[in-house]
């Protein structure tokens, strides 16, 4: 593991206690945009990445026939754990830059939201979403959106015990990075979306990129 995914681990693992009560625009948001996102789930195998406290394994976990909910962080799966106890939901602790113990073809739908950010380099998360899901399979993403980055917004939150905020390791990826990597590693670009707090509000900074592709072949 990378020292920027151990910092990763420790501060997610830290922020776990508070993190279904703390004031958090983007995981609402995100919770929103996930819902709104017109890909089948009824019958489908399915991998979330980024799990996190299970607040969308939840919803996942009602609408597909298998659920594989992947995490970096222990204390972040304990919950989800608890949150959803079912019979075709697994839980598995793994750092998504590397190989991920799935056998290739497995899956229909792999979704990840709000965890590259967290990640220096895209590619090899790519490559695995490719690997493990079938001809026919679709990855979709949701991040913080760049501009909201680069703006200085980033996962950050307030130790329950030292009360020091915490800004966790996060990387800036342009949308075209995100297109591109996709693209290159064989993926379709099926829709983009940015996602704004308001949506009459135009002319303010998206808070959320979306991407949804499909593999080709």
Known sequence: MSVAQSGVQ??????????????????????VVL??????????????????????????????RRLIAMDLSAAMLERAGARVRLPHVSFVQHD?????????????????????EHV????????????????????YLCELHPFRQLSGAGAQFVHPE????????????DVSEYVNVGLATGFGVQHVGEWRDDEKACNSIPRLLSVQFSRLT
Not at 10 to 31: F, G, I, P, Q, V
Not at 162 to 173: A, D, L, Q, Y
């Open 10 to 31: 420790s501060a997610y693992d830290n922020w776990a206690e508070s993190y279904d009560t703390d004031a958090n625009a983007t995981r609402d948001l995100n919770a």
């Open 35 to 64: 819902r709104r996102q017109p890909f089948e789930l009824e019958g489908r195998d399915v991998l979330e990445f980024g799990c996190g406290t299970g607040l969308d394994t939840a919803w996942l976990a009602q609408r597909s």
């Open 96 to 116: 998504i830059t590397q190989p991920w113990p799935l056998a290739a073809g497995a899956l229909d739908l792999v979704v990840g939201n709000l965890v590259l």
């Open 120 to 139: 220096a380099d895209l590619a090899p998360v790519f490559r695995q979403a490719y690997r493990v899901l079938n001809s026919r399979g679709t990855l």
């Open 162 to 173: 030292t009360g020091e905020r915490i800004r966790v390791p996060c990387f800036v990826h």
